[in-house]
């Protein structure tokens, strides 16, 4: 007993230390090894376990939690009446057991007597439906009661909690996305957006939108209507524009107020969905040094670490400090259901920790530390069981959790110097949503195209076009349907081409301006010079074969898309092999300045791009060693802090696998071995070998 009060006495007295003598140092929190561990919730648990779960995660050697995103009802259970207590208590024994905090502000999910007693913070949708309590995300972004109500909470919370020694950074909200708002504050807040963006011209509006199309013109402001009976391509783009711009304000109005009271080695952060359309990240990242993603894909069989690769390589290039958090991730099955529940293989939770690291992860938390008994998501399941007792996958956490304390200090802070970059568009993805070309599936080909570098082993960076256009640390751009374009992108383009860059580009990129009109001119409009061919028409299409061709590929297929282009400088690779699609070329490639142009005009099947890919990579000799290798081995490098190169190389499957180590000499972290270049290494089952020059 005497040693416990010792211990809360000493508790208090370093809260109360750090109250009074905020941290001087104006560095933010610095990374000396990545944090590995999983979202806590003690306030849900049937029980009082908390001193249980700590003392497993210490024996697990997990070094961060987050807590107190979700439960504003707990903080402020009645209007105007706040308890802070049940969380000081998590966040004392916390800082006791030397585990590291980040809080969130519970703002997603209000608590019911701000429904009962304000229905209008509820949200009511475009499509017509009004939203009610019983769910998390059922708000309306733009009323002012909602946030009014935010602004005290966070406040209230800051002055309780921002000096408290176990917090290293905050979560600002939790997975925000607009989800299809539609309440008159948030239209009326739209239409003031576009009185900007059109300088109150209303002629302009209409001349751009194309809204003398049956007759939809708008002539005075107050007929201004909103989004629910649109068909008009024009507003919808700018309506998902809309969205972007009140979900980065609404998380840099919440870092505002953070900013006011957290300490300078205190990070802030958000947890995003890789959603990545929906977000503008860079401008909801603008006062973010680390920020966060939540990734969940599929195990077992189907694991591949590509849904791992793709979201590292997208949120890299986004942050500030060019690193990232990974705020939850699948630790068993998952699902709002018992329904498709796919737990790791032995060997899968470590390797794709381990693939969280190799794109630029900083921290790996799962959700969430113990599974729930109640609730929507009674089967998402998280590192314990319903039993709450060590499993095979505490055990694996726990081998991961034990070599990161080793070496965790030669993988943190790894950057990357890719010479291939993919140009994400959010507007092209929404506007051919809008008008799709294919009867099923995904019109906007981004995963396609990465899935086609990364299972080759081709590096990327991952760009948001509609707001980075620097392509100068480049000399390879893959390009999805640039459907949604300005001239001046196009242009850009163009000219990476003239300079000697190399470019692989999909169908129907060109075809519409930034207002989804399409261009007066002859396809592809600026982007004729550089592409060497124009076209006037094209035509859906079921599966074709090609004629024979210089790609290579066997399978040599063509389906959903086809233009008819019409050559003028350009060399044709591929024609469909068919009476009339044979006409015209498919696929070609243009010598332009220094640099060439690949264009692909139809659907192509995934060899055939992967070989167009590596046409393109081999004249720049871009991953000339790793192309050697092909899924499942999957290759992974970057120069951590200390300046060395860190080689990582996954065996995506379940069968061992021999290959010559193709680096130079390195040691292996994981086993201290010696790795020289050119000797047979084995990476077993679902593993990983991390090598170090």
Not at 125 to 140: A, E, F, H, L, P
Not at 171 to 179: G, I, L, P, S
Not at 499 to 507: R, S, T
Not at 673 to 686: C, R, V
């Amino acid at each position: 007993m005497k040693k416990h009060l010792i211990t809360i006495l000493g508790i208090a007295l370093a809260v109360n230390t750090f109250a009074n003598n905020p941290v001087k140092d104006d560095k933010i929190y610095h990374f000396d090894k990545p944090l590995y561990g999983a979202a806590y919730y003690s306030e849900y648990t049937p029980t009082d376990r908390l001193d249980e779960d700590i003392r497993l995660m210490k024996e697990a050697g997990l070094t961060v939690v987050r807590v107190g995103e979700s439960t504003w009802s707990l903080f402020e259970p009645q209007d105007g009446i706040f308890k802070f207590e049940w969380m000081d208590r998590i966040l004392n024994k916390m800082y006791e057991a030397g585990i590291q905090v980040i809080l969130g502000t519970p703002t997603y999910s209000i608590p019911s007597w701000m429904a009962a007693e304000h229905p209008e913070v509820l949200s009511h949708t475009w499509q017509d439906k009004q939203s009610y309590y019983g769910i998390r995300q059922n708000m309306d972004l733009k009323n002012p009661t909602y946030l009014k109500y935010c602004e005290r909470i966070i406040r209230k919370m800051m002055e309780h909690f921002a000096n408290h020694p176990a917090i290293i950074g905050y979560q600002v909200d939790n997975e925000v996305e607009a989800r299809n708002i539609d309440n008159q504050d948030y239209f009326e807040g739209f239409r003031d957006y576009i009185k900007k963006e059109f300088n109150h011209n209303l002629d302009s509006l209409n001349h751009r939108w194309g809204l003398n199309y049956w007759g939809m013109n708008i002539n005075n402001w107050s007929d201004f209507y909103d989004r629910k009976g649109v068909t008009n391509p024009s507003y919808k783009l700018w309506w998902e524009r809309w969205n972007r711009k009140v979900t980065a304000d609404f998380l840099n109005w919440q870092i505002n107020i953070v900013n006011e009271y957290k300490r300078p080695d205190q990070f802030v952060t958000h947890c995003f969905m890789p959603a990545f359309a929906n977000i503008d990240q860079v401008d909801a990242f603008r006062q973010m040094e680390y920020p966060a993603i939540n990734v969940y894909y599929n195990m077992q069989d189907a694991q591949d670490g590509m849904q791992i690769g793709y979201a590292a390589d997208y949120m890299r290039v986004v942050s500030k400090k060019h690193n990232f958090l990974v705020t939850e991730t699948n630790a068993q099955g998952t699902g709002w259901s018992s329904q498709n529940q796919w737990p790791p293989y032995d060997g899968q939770l470590r390797q794709n920790m381990y693939a969280f690291l190799s794109g630029g992860a900083n921290m790996v938390e799962y959700w969430h530390w113990s599974t729930l008994h109640y609730g929507q998501e009674t089967y998402w399941r998280g590192v314990l069981g319903h039993e709450g007792l060590p499993n095979r996958v505490y055990a694996e956490f726990s081998k991961g959790a034990k070599e990161l304390d080793n070496i965790g200090d030669q993988l943190v802070n790894l950057k990357k110097h890719n010479k291939v970059a993919l140009l994400f568009s959010h507007d092209s993805k929404h506007a051919l949503d809008f008008m799709p070309y294919a009867n099923s599936g995904t019109q906007y080909k981004d995963y396609m195209m990465y899935e086609a570098l990364y299972k080759q082993n081709i590096e990327c960076d991952i760009i948001p076009v509609d707001k980075i256009q620097d392509f100068s640390g480049y000399e390879m751009l893959i390009i999805p349907s640039l459907y949604i374009a300005t001239d001046e992108l196009l242009h850009k383009i163009s000219n990476f081409v003239k300079n000697g860059g190399e470019v692989v580009m999909l169908y129907k990129s060109g075809y519409c301006d930034q207002d989804d009109d399409v261009r007066t001119s002859i396809a592809p409009g600026p982007l004729a010079d550089a592409c060497g061919f124009t076209y006037q028409e094209f035509s859906s299409i079921n599966k074709l074969s090609l004629k024979g061709n210089e790609i290579g590929a066997s399978d040599n297929t063509i389906d959903t898309w086809m233009e008819f282009l019409q050559l003028g400088n350009a060399k044709p690779l591929a024609y469909a092999d068919h009476v009339f699609f044979g006409k015209w070329p498919c696929i070609t490639e243009n010598s332009y300045g220094k640099g060439h142009l690949i264009y692909i005009g139809t659907n192509p099947s995934m060899e055939i791009l992967e070989k167009l890919i590596a046409r393109a990579a081999k004249r720049k000799n871009i991953a000339t060693v790793e192309r050697n290798f092909s899924f499942p081995i999957v290759l992974r490098s970057g120069i951590n802090e200390k300046g060395k190169k860190v080689h990582y190389l996954f065996n995506f499957s379940y069968e061992t696998k021999t290959i010559a180590y193709p680096y130079g000499n390195s040691q292996s972290l994981l086993d201290s071995q010696q790795l020289n270049k050119g000797t047979n290494i084995q990476i077993d089952p679902w593993g990983v070998v991390i090598g170090i020059e």
